[in-house]
């Protein structure tokens, strides 16, 4: 069967994250990804670490299923690579420097197609006092408030995965989805900004609105509710479980069902949510001191079975090895430069075709097949170090 994107062709100028995420979402929806890397080293992410047989964790996560070419693009030469690329592509997408893109003279690649599609994704967007600044994963959540309002109270933290990325990266892909659909219908292509600073300030959502409207910033409650009580991680023989109930009816079956502990269903400390949310201390140590005596998995039954929203707070390699996962059989095999690991499928799923997993190219990897595709000499630009040709 056709996958969604099967015929469209994505040139990216990108390093990171943020911009390789949105060209992989594209990819695994089956474009033709065509990734320019530079000839020294390439997209840096190759190199945060050695985590997955020599090759970047995070690299091997958002790069699958593309094409490597390596040319300088100081040199005219190499920028002519870029624009013959572009000019049989559908999309061209970059997250160079502000500014970047416009110094090397790939500015302005629409006038000649307008049905082009080009996307600049950049840190604090166009414009502005903060245009030039550094756009770190961690210097946007901290701009964006997401830092103030997560954590416990009395430290705040980042999130544990880089989201301000992960959220423009995410924007990214469906605004080329959707400047796609728009060209399908009118013949015209877009050029679309998308600022990793406002798609992080989009995803604080209630939280801006709280501030604008009652005047207070949401407290940072650790896996604690603001507005919910229980609603945090308890105590058992051999661990935690998180529980989370957000009714009255809700906590009537905890305690007479699960607990074993009928007595506080009508306790007048504890009756409606607003009483347990002011008596929040006396509420969590009641239930903590009932999951406290039971084993884990007994407790993690006992609440699936009474339909009490719970999770058991699991580690990293328990969510590898997860059941649910393993049952859906999201796992596939793909190749890197080094062995093949496996990868998790993405979480859209389409009944009849299943997305493309392809293989994460070593750098320059296709150099040479892209450079024969365009007409051009491989063996004198490689010579002359303007382009580099990966291993297989």
Not at 116 to 139: I, W
Not at 244 to 273: K, M, Y
Not at 301 to 325: M, N, S, Y
């Amino acid at each position: 069967m056709t996958r969604p994107l099967d015929g469209f062709t994505v040139v990216a100028i990108e390093h990171a994250v943020a911009a390789p995420l949105a060209t992989r979402n594209l990819a695994d929806l089956g474009a033709r990804v065509i990734k320019v890397e530079r000839v020294d080293g390439g997209d840096f992410a190759r190199r945060y670490d050695h985590a997955v047989h020599g090759t970047g964790a995070h690299f091997v996560w958002l790069n699958r299923g593309k094409e490597s070419i390596a040319v300088d693009l100081k040199t005219p030469e190499g920028r002519d690579v870029v624009r013959r690329l572009v000019a049989k592509a559908d999309v061209f997408l970059q997250n160079l420097a502000p500014g970047a893109v416009e110094r090397l003279g790939l500015g302005d690649l629409r006038s000649r197609r307008p049905e082009l599609v080009v996307v600049n994704l950049s840190g604090f967007g166009t414009g502005g006092p903060m245009e030039q600044r550094k756009a770190y994963d961690m210097l946007i959540q901290a701009e964006a408030g997401l830092i103030a309002i997560t954590g416990t109270p009395e430290t705040p933290v980042k999130t544990g995965i880089p989201t301000a990325d992960i959220a423009s990266g995410m924007y990214c892909a469906q605004a080329v989805l959707a400047a796609l659909l728009r060209r399908a219908r009118t013949g015209e292509g877009a050029t679309i900004e998308v600022s990793m600073f406002e798609a992080t300030v989009e995803w604080m959502g209630y939280a801006l609105y709280t501030q604008m409207y009652a005047g207070t910033q949401p407290e940072r409650m650790g896996l604690s509710h603001s507005s919910i009580a229980p609603y945090d991680a308890f105590p058992t023989r051999d661990g935690q479980m998180l529980i989370g109930v957000q009714n009255d009816a809700g906590w009537r079956t905890l305690v007479t069902s699960v607990l074993d502990a009928p007595e506080l269903a009508d306790d007048p400390r504890f009756a409606t949510n607003v009483l347990r949310v002011r008596n929040r201390a006396e509420c969590d140590a009641a239930i903590a001191a009932r999951t406290s005596c039971r084993p884990t998995a007994e407790l993690d039954a006992r609440l699936a079975a009474a339909g009490i929203p719970a999770a058991q707070l699991k580690d990293v390699d328990q969510v590898v090895d997860h059941p649910q996962l393993r049952a859906r059989d999201r796992w596939r095999t793909i190749g890197t430069e080094h062995a093949q690991v496996d990868a998790l499928l993405p979480p859209v799923t389409f009944t009849d075709v299943e997305a493309r997993m392809g293989d994460v190219p070593a750098l320059g990897r296709h150099t040479r097949a892209l450079l024969e595709e365009l007409g051009l000499d491989p063996d004198d630009l490689i010579a002359r170090g303007i382009a580099a040709q990966g291993h297989a």
